[in-house]
């Protein structure tokens, strides 16, 4: 005889997040299997807000790529976002949306061509800002500096210095920027550009000063650091005309050397000036260094390099190579008649774990006693202990959604971005081949639960985002390589459409004919937020047939918010439609509809298609038929 078991209900009262790696059909309620340009707040499920083009089109019209970019707040309380190009520099800002005009990079002219100290394509750069001024890093030394010692192998003749590299050839080209230190003559040491080529071993740049001649110098490729003073770009000093003031020399109070990132630390300009080096100037002389007493070796010689490093908490910060996290101490010089400036001996650096790194350096985000980061393992979160150490956990903070980091192409995924912003964090990857940051992953803190992955239109791939203020509140920029975006703000996607100005979309509320749903039109460069969510797998804890009957979903519902719902069978696999509903009104609405399907398990996707449709709970019902327990035999 045929056991049955009763009808039967099961759904979600509310939604906190997603699972996109465990079996679905052991995720708890509120957890869904997949979110997808959703946000879960207080346990709805709400399709995130809009992107809005900011870029204006004296900017959007020019062949400028922007490279690396920064916050900057004046002495008059002002901010800007400032982004870095190939050969100067833009200020937005961002109280009254102007975009000044641009801040050219130092130049010479030789020969008819002018020379900037630009940063290529290929050179690692940075900006941040330290003592009311911008500095812009173009990357360290790359190649092996070279040590040339004959007779009469620098000589000036009037303003120009011929270097001989004795038959070797240099391998520069006109116009390089290159760094000499020649002992004991400050005013041919410096970074210079290469003025001519007269053979393979032979150079000259410019330097002004009297004839002579000098039997040792020592050359490398290397830019200098820049620095934006709020009018104009210049070189960071690299001579003072007195004394050896120079990075090759190795020797007390050289200027601030050539580096790939830097951050300005409790008065102290900190860089990563090597694969495994980390220099730090005099206390409030972001200028000057010591390199022989200033600056630190991080794993010398070992298979790993610097990433990152971040402010962490008091004189404390952290350094981050690809496989290793360490903890750096700086303390302030102690207050007495005279101020030691440098280093003091108590300083040190100690390993938090050689078990991880870092891989990527805008992906570090501290949040009140959280660091988040990528590394090749994962996402991972750095918490306090009752000691106010750092630890972190063996299994990576992304785990729930490992499938998904299992797609970041590791080629590129240096270039990952991240911003703690409003209780989030926000992390910006390269997903399933893409080079650049195609896609946005969520995690809510309040929540602690991935909440989305955000996808974009082709133009929005943040190289940073930054935290800055937007009208009267602080809002979430994305700077992509010709754009930026004003993040979680409207209805929809606003692309620019060339003249700095959006456009919008019509809206038809209510059709005149009956039973025929609103119509919703988009404008040209108006792209509809492309919401979804797939629910957690319901089999009602049981192995048998079930015949699902039917849906009700609780939605809250905007005028012209387009909702279409999908039932997704397991065994026999089969997808079919429910519903594809657009609401006439702003309303709360119960959407009941039939499913109809025999299967073992069910799936229920949730499509926005236009709107922003608010999802507050959902329930199916099934009838689950028992099985017969009489033998034949």
């Known amino acids: ?34 979110a997808q340009n959703m946000r879960m707040d207080r346990g709805n499920a709400a399709v995130r807000e809009g992107a809005f083009d900011l870029t204006v089109a004296t900017f959007l019209n020019s062949s400028d790529t922007i490279l690396t970019s920064c916050t900057f707040l004046d002495t008059s309380g002002v901010e800007y976002i400032i982004l870095v190009c190939a050969d100067g520099l833009y200020s937005y800002n961002t109280a009254t949306g102007n975009l000044s005009s641009k801040y050219a990079f130092p130049f010479r002219t030789i020969g008819g061509t002018d020379y900037y100290r630009d940063i290529d394509a290929a050179d690692p750069c940075d900006c941040f800002q330290a003592e009311n001024k911008v500095y812009i890093l173009r990357g360290y030394p790359r190649t092996t500096e070279v040590t040339v010692s004959a007779a009469s192998c620098v000589s000036r003749n009037s303003n120009i210095v011929t270097l001989d590299y004795q038959g070797s050839a240099h391998g520069y080209s006109i116009g390089d920027e290159i760094f000499v230190y020649v002992p004991g003559h400050p005013d041919l040491s410096g970074s210079w550009y290469v003025e001519t080529v007269p053979s393979a071993s032979t150079l000259t740049y410019y330097s002004a000063g009297s004839n002579k001649s000098h039997t040792t110098f020592t050359s490398i490729e290397a830019k200098a650091p820049l620095v934006w003073n709020g009018s104009s770009v210049t070189m960071t000093p690299q001579t003072d005309g007195t004394g050896i003031y120079n990075f090759l020399a190795a020797e007390d109070d050289s200027f601030m ?19 495994d080096t980390i220099a730090a100037s005099n206390y409030y002389e972001p200028s000057v260094f010591d390199l022989t007493l200033d600056q630190f070796k991080i794993n010398l010689g070992a298979n790993d390099f610097i990433t990152g490093f971040t402010p962490f908490q008091e004189d404390k910060f952290l350094i981050f190579q690809r496989n290793s996290i360490y903890y750096a101490y700086l303390p302030p010089p102690a207050i007495s008649t005279t101020i030691d400036r440098g280093i003091p001996t108590d300083a040190y650096i100690q390993t938090l774990t050689s078990q991880f790194g870092c891989s990527a350096r805008r992906s570090i985000q501290v949040a009140g006693q959280q660091v988040f980061f990528l590394s090749d393992r994962g996402i991972y979160q750095l918490s306090h202990t ?8 063996q299994r990576p903070l992304s785990e729930p959604i490992a499938d998904i980091i299992n797609r970041i192409n590791a080629n590129y995924a240096s270039g990952a971005c991240g911003l703690f912003y409003n209780n989030r964090y926000y992390l910006a990857v390269p997903l399933d081949g893409a080079d650049s940051n195609n896609a946005v992953l969520v995690y809510s803190l309040l929540n602690q639960a991935w909440e989305s992955v955000d996808t974009y239109p082709v133009t929005i791939r943040p190289k940073n985002m930054v935290q800055a203020l937007n009208g009267e509140t602080k809002r979430l920029h994305a700077i992509t390589e010709d754009h930026y975006f004003l993040l979680e703000e409207g209805e ?23 039973g025929v749903s609103a119509v919703f039109t988009l404008g040209a460069d108006e792209i509809a937020v492309d919401g979804q969510t797939i629910s957690r797998r319901f089999a009602f804890k049981t192995f048998d047939e079930k015949r699902f009957s039917g849906l009700q979903t609780d939605f809250d519902l905007t005028a012209g918010d387009r909702v279409r719902l999908t039932a997704i069978v397991t065994n026999p696999d089969q997808e079919a439609e429910l519903i ?10 119960t959407i009941r509809t039939r499913i109809a399907r025999r299967g073992y398990a069910l799936d229920i996707k949730m499509e926005s298609i236009t709107g922003r449709p608010i999802l507050r709970s959902m329930a199916v019902d099934a009838t689950v038929s028992g099985r017969n327990l009489t033998s034949s035999q």
């Open 1 to 34: 005889m045929a056991a049955t078991v009763p009808y039967q209900t099961d759904g979600d009262s509310g939604f906190i997040g997603m699972n996109s790696r465990d079996n679905p059909l052991n995720l708890p309620p509120g957890v869904v299997q997949y």
């Open 580 to 589: 594809d509903f657009t609401s006439a009104t702003d309303e709360d609405k």
């Open 257 to 275: 050397p050539p580096a790939d990132f830097g951050l300005y630390f409790q008065g102290r300009i900190v860089l990563c000036t090597g694969r």
């Open 492 to 514: 929809i996607d606003r692309v620019n459409d060339g003249t700095g100005t959006p456009v919008l979309g019509t809206a038809e509320l209510g059709s005149t004919t009956p």
């Open 386 to 393: 009752l000691d106010l150490r750092l630890i972190g956990d």
